[in-house]
């Protein structure tokens, strides 16, 4: 999925070193299930394990790429992928301190949006984030989704053993036409560097 500022691919092993990089600060790390990357060859479990998520066709991880560097700065995924209801969701997005809140998540998140609704047809996108982690809620917010309700104990956080209550959000089908004219609107007027 090529677009002005980055390219979502495939999450392959050969994004392991850019991606230990990306992933240095500690904060990215706050509301996600595990706590960044010790060494090199976390990086490389941690993309196995996407792909070996990703066997069963319910899941399909992604590097996001940025074009001006050919760096990989982040990663993000389609999780909970169901064909025969044409739903999904997107998660498991984090970038690397520098593109954060810059139009390197605006347009990796239009990317994945357009594929969905244009080429897999699907009629619903969830998204679900830290009930606590007003940052990405705001994100959402600007983003278009439509908050739908917070969901108790919805998922164990992995590195310290608690569970997390998830703030539920969704875009369906018939909001796409006007929310892509408007996302489109945005990242010609934005550049990727903040």
């Given at each position: 999925m090529l677009g002005r500022f980055v390219e979502v691919v495939p999450l392959a092993r050969v994004h392991a070193a850019d991606l230990f990089v990306a992933a240095a600060r500690p904060d990215i790390w706050r509301h996600m299930p595990i706590r960044g990357f010790s060494d090199l060859s976390a990086v490389e479990r941690w993309i196995d394990a996407a792909l070996h998520a990703a066997q069963n066709e319910r899941e399909e991880p992604f590097a996001i790429v940025d074009r001006a560097s050919g760096k990989a700065i982040g990663s993000t995924r389609y999780l909970d992928v169901r064909c025969e209801e044409r739903a999904l969701e997107i998660g498991w997005t984090w970038l690397a301190g520098p593109f954060q809140r810059t139009s390197a998540n605006t347009e990796s998140k239009y990317l994945l949006l357009r594929q969905a609704f244009e080429e897999r047809d699907v009629l619903r996108v969830a998204f679900f984030t830290d009930a606590?982690?007003?940052?990405?809620?705001?994100?959402?917010?600007?983003?278009?989704?439509?908050?739908?309700?917070?969901?108790?104990?919805?998922?164990?956080?992995?590195?310290?053993?608690?569970?997390?209550?998830?703030?539920?959000?969704?875009?369906?089908?018939?909001?796409?036409?006007?929310?892509?004219?408007?996302?489109?609107?945005?990242?010609?007027?934005?550049?990727?560097?903040?």
């Open positions: 606590q982690n007003g940052r990405s809620r705001a994100a959402l917010v600007r983003l278009g989704a439509t908050y739908e309700g917070t969901l108790r104990s919805h998922r164990a956080r992995a590195a310290n053993g608690f569970s997390r209550d998830s703030a539920a959000y969704s875009i369906i089908a018939p909001e796409w036409p006007a929310l892509r004219t408007r996302l489109e609107s945005k990242l010609r007027r934005h550049a990727v560097r903040p």
